[in-house]
Each structure stands twice: as structure tokens, then as C-alpha cells.
């Protein structure tokens, strides 16, 4: 196994810096135990951008967020 790893080193420090940068990003996603999680929070984060912007919902600072939630706690 190191044999192996050691050519597969080898033959990535050949690649450019970003063909490095963009193998390193698909060993690291292959990581990943659970896409469909990521995917869900792909189409929530979506989902929650497009009411911000539509105006479906109203954002208020975090001092202001706080605020509400230690006056809820009281």
C-alpha cells in the first residue's frame, strides 16, 4: 500500500497548482459519509437566500436577535 501511495504522490505533484488544488478537492469530498446530507442543506440554504430576497421573510441584525432571545429567557 505505501508503494502505491507513494507513486500516486509522486504522479500528483506533477499536476499544476490548480489541478493539485482541484484533485485535493475531490479526494476530501470523497471523504464524505453523506452526500444527500450536503444536498440538503445545498437546496435549504437555496431555499432560505430566495425568501430573503423575494421579502418572504424579514432579517433582523444579531445584536437585535439576541436581544429577543435573553428578553425570552427573563
Known sequence: MGNQLELLEAEALKLT???????AQLLLASLDED????????AE????IAEIESGAVR???IADALAQV???LK
Open 17 to 23: 497548482p490548480g489541478e493539485r488544488a482541484a484533485f
Open 35 to 42: 452526500a444527500e446530507l450536503e444536498e440538503a442543506w445545498a
Open 45 to 48: 440554504t437555496e431555499r432560505r
Open 59 to 61: 432579517v433582523i441584525s
Open 70 to 72: 435573553r428578553a425570552a
